[in-house]
């Protein structure tokens, strides 16, 4: 008895599965579909550049902020004068590794220094009080 009283209730679990599934309305015939969208316009930008290096110019400019200077690295044509802008609360300088090249005083916040570089060559420089703060100055013929 037990046996035939399962396979009743098998039987109608397995309609009401059937019935179920054939319940809900396809999606193709009644329900709306959603509006397809054409793209929205992308606005022409430049990428943020992400290099520490600036390219080539006849006058340009350095921060010198959160203990280092920004960029790091620039390329110049032979006569371009560099200014340093000094932005930290705490001194710093602009001092050439070795050879002529940029010497400032000890600035303090607020304050500029500028160099002119003349002479082609690669300028390492560094802060004087802060020594791992470095840049380099690549300067190119005209």
Same mark, same amino acid.
């Given at each position: ?35 397809? %969208? ?6 022409? $930008? #430049?990428?943020?550049? =992400?290099?520490? +290096? !600036? ?21 110049? %044509? ?6 340093? $802008? #000094?932005?930290?609360? =705490?001194?710093? +300088? !602009? ?48």
């Amino acid at each position: 008895m037990m046996k035939k009283h399962l396979g009743g209730i098998a039987v109608a679990t397995l309609a009401l599965l059937l019935l179920g599934a054939g319940c809900g309305s396809s999606p193709s015939a009644e329900q709306p579909r959603p509006e397809a %969208k054409a793209p929205e316009p992308l606005e022409m $930008t #430049q990428p943020a550049p =992400t290099a520490e +290096t !600036v390219p080539s110019a006849t006058a340009t400019a350095v921060s010198i902020e959160n203990f280092k200077f920004s960029p790091s690295s620039i390329t110049v %044509k032979k006569g371009t004068t560099i200014t340093w $802008t #000094q932005m930290d609360s =705490t001194p710093h +300088t !602009v001092t050439v590794e070795k050879g002529d090249g940029p010497d400032s005083p000890l600035l303090q916040k607020g304050e500029t220094y500028s160099y002119k570089f003349d002479n082609v060559g690669t300028y390492a420089y560094h802060c004087k009080p802060h020594p791992y703060m470095k840049g380099t100055i690549v300067v190119e013929a005209e």
